[in-house]
Structure formats: C-alpha cells, structure tokens
C-alpha cells in the first residue's frame, strides 16, 4: 500500500512539511509506503461544480477531469 500525503503550503519546507514527514514515519514504521508531494506553488482550480450537470447523479458518477496540476500528477 501506498500513501500519498499532499504538501499544498505555499512553504516547501514548513510546519505542514514536518507534519507530513511524522506522518509518513509513523506509517512507514507500520510498512506502509509513503510518498510526499508538493503542490503549494502550482496553480489549482477551485470546485468547479460538476453537480450542477444533469448526467451527474449517485448512479452515473462524473468523468468529467480538467488538467491542473493535481491531474497531472495523478
């Protein structure tokens, strides 16, 4: 198993980066693989209310993915 644990801080190498890092310590402990990654700096939309399209219901989920950095990476 893998955890991805998300910096999204405009500060690389702050208090959520030490966070981060105890998390993934404490789950690396437990032989949990863990990978961080910092997206403070890049630009990332906001909801962009995919609810209000009428295909979108608990049956038919969206599909609907809009490049950003997030995506990209993913």
């Not at 990654?37 to 890049?42: L, P």
């Not at 399209?53 to 995506?71: I, K, T």
Request: charged share 15%; proline share 5%; hydrophobic share 40%.
């Amino acid at each position: 198993m893998t955890v991805l644990l998300v910096n999204g801080s405009p500060h690389e190498h702050g208090c959520t980066d030490a966070a981060l890092k105890h998390a993934a310590s404490v789950l690396e402990e437990q032989g949990v693989h863990t990978e961080i990654f910092w997206i403070g700096s890049k630009p990332i939309s906001g909801c962009i209310a995919t609810s209000r399209y009428p295909a979108v219901s608990a049956a038919e989920p969206a599909r609907r993915v809009w490049a950003s950095a997030v995506s990209t990476t993913l």
